[in-house]
């Protein structure tokens, strides 16, 4: 989306016909605030092969706890969208972990400025802009907010001016050098490396930062729990010191606590539901990446009592930053 002058009042007729139905079946409409108060609109960026459906209610909840929210969608992604990445896999900077961010997550930073146009063409001027991002979510909106997306759009610009505040939940923000394999082939490196992504960076732009992170589940070598199991073989390849497994690595089941922060952010570490007390886990659904038949067919539920950052008892912990 490039338009050809930064005014909101050109933004917003130039706008008003980008993915309209897009994401019909999560999107909010705008409600009004008290007098003086600015409104707050939510863009969520997805977890991999998450899809705007499994967010429902996510953003239903957000609505719910936070009065100046005016409204909340989800960056939208079809998990056929990731089949994108594969075009670098074949390639030398994919070999010597030196991917570039613009490059390889384009079809992801446009999804994220998809949404953004439809909040300032729906909204106005009068809104706020909050990013939450799940998982791989947290760190590409934090590329974006960063400028790794090269974008020079309106939408980028008023952004800039507008978003007051990025939660990550569950979001690997170190690219540890010494771990076992780079997951991210260079992209989060390059992230961790440029100020203009860096807390300080952020809050140059008026852009507060909060990561949040469950440390209810512990990697374990020598164990017989299928979740501690399943989280050892998450933590090893991303962790520093591999031996630090051996007395016990903590985190949400795929991401360890080591990981999970930036240096100055406003953190927020969980544990428990305050409703149930069962412990927080990454995520509340099983990605389905062969549905590709379905693209925008919702993930598997896992159970109820399956509690994440996004469950009524949790999203307190961190819905102020909002």
């Not at 003086?36 to 609109?41: I, L, Q, S």
């Not at 899809?51 to 079809?78: Q, W």
């Amino acid at each position: 989306l490039t338009f050809a002058k930064p005014s909101t009042s050109k933004l917003l007729s130039s706008v008003s016909n980008v993915n309209a139905n897009a994401n019909a079946n999560v999107n909010t409409s705008p409600t009004s605030s008290s007098p003086g108060t600015k409104r707050t609109a939510v863009l969520i960026c997805p977890a991999q092969f998450c899809v705007p459906a499994d967010y429902e209610k996510l953003i239903s909840t957000l609505r719910s706890k936070s009065p100046t929210m005016s409204s909340g969608r989800v960056a939208n992604l079809p998990r056929t969208e990731w089949i994108k990445v594969a075009k670098q896999l074949p390639t030398s900077e994919f070999f010597s972990a030196n991917l570039n961010n613009a490059k390889t997550l384009d079809w992801y930073f446009k999804a994220i400025e998809n949404g953004l146009a439809e909040i300032y063409a729906e909204e106005g001027d009068d809104v706020n802009v909050c990013l939450i991002g799940h998982s791989i979510g947290g760190w590409v909106a934090r590329s974006y907010l960063g400028g790794l997306s090269q974008s020079s759009t309106s939408v980028y610009r008023e952004t800039i001016k507008r978003c007051t505040s990025l939660i990550t939940l569950g979001s690997p923000h170190r690219a540890p050098g010494t771990a076992l394999v780079d997951q991210t082939r260079g992209l989060l490196r390059a992230v961790e490396e440029r100020r203009e992504c860096s807390v300080e960076g952020l809050k140059e732009n008026g852009i507060s930062v909060t990561c949040v992170l469950s440390t209810a589940v512990k990697g374990n070598l020598f164990t017989n729990n299928l979740e501690e199991i399943v989280a050892t073989t998450s933590y090893l390849p991303l962790i520093d010191d591999w031996t630090k497994i051996t007395s016990g690595v903590k985190g949400d089941g795929i991401i360890p606590e080591d990981l999970a922060f930036m240096d100055g952010c406003n953190r927020v570490v969980v544990e428990k539901c305050t409703i149930t007390g069962n412990n927080v886990r990454h995520a509340h659904v099983l990605p389905t990446p062969y549905n590709l038949w379905a693209p925008a067919a919702p993930s598997i539920s896992l159970p109820e009592d399956f509690c994440w950052y996004g469950s009524e008892g949790v999203i307190d912990s961190w819905v102020e930053y909002a």
